[in-house]
């Protein structure tokens, strides 16, 4: 039986899957103003993907963001993610400045979840990882690849990967170049599901092609789902209003 994971007034791995929207401003001012808007679109996490941020080389410059983003949204869970160069994101970073990032933010009290990379140094995860579920704090650990689909055996040895390292939550996100690519990662995630994990799961397939399995966690046994407000974060994310409308839809 997996379990559930809950994060304040949400819990992950029961029913529909959970929206995550992303928060990508580059300025204190346009974060605030988009941490605002964000308020009124009813996400059930938000993700502050830090790596657009100008100052996010200046851990203080960080958290007083931060604490003005929990100013603005108090309930709503808010996952932290630095997103490196090699896995898509917008700014380089050592090793050693996005652990202490990562760690720092972890024990901050301002945050619910942070994002941890697969690929990185073991010692290290398991180190950052104790420290966030020492301070409360729930652990996505993720995995991209936005040039192809890895094979079915290949993505849920990186998921069961992520579970062997204490991951609360195993995230992957890979890129189709075909629809059967797509159906890899769905049958990766349902076998996943059935037969190995110990938590729920995070897969999506991106761009248009691989947006089918941003509606199907509920039967595939994805937990949550990534919408749009104002900037997409990824290839293929749907804005959120039609999304949540489609997720009901589905869940009928």
Known sequence: ???????????????????????????????????????????????????????VDNVDAVKAALQQIR?????????????????????????????TLNSVIARSGLVDLIDVELFNDETRI???????????????MSNHDFHKTPTKTEII?????????????P???????????VLVLLDA?????????????ITMSMGKTGAISRLAGEVFGSAMTFGAARQASAPGQIAVQPLREMLNVLSH
């Open 189 to 201: 995630t349902l076998t996943m599901k059935e037969e190995y994990a110990t938590c729920p799961l």
């Open 71 to 99: 100013a603005i949204l108090p309930q709503i869970p808010l996952l932290f993610t630095f997103r490196s160069k090699k896995e898509g994101g917008e700014h380089e970073m050592s090793d050693e400045a996005y652990f």
């Open 1 to 55: 039986m997996t379990a559930i994971v809950n994060v304040k007034n949400i819990t992950f791995g029961a029913g529909k899957p959970l929206i995550c929207v992303p928060l990508v401003g580059r300025t204190l001012a346009a974060i605030s103003d988009d941490a605002r808007q964000l308020a009124e679109v009813q996400a059930d996490v938000i993700e502050w993907r830090v790596d657009h941020y100008e100052a």
């Open 126 to 140: 398991r180190a950052l990882i104790d420290q966030a579920h020492d301070a409360g704090v729930k652990v996505i």
């Open 157 to 169: 040895a990186r998921l069961c990967r992520m579970q062997t390292l204490g991951a609360d939550l």
């Open 171 to 181: 995230k992957i996100a890979v890129m189709p170049q075909t629809a059967h690519d």
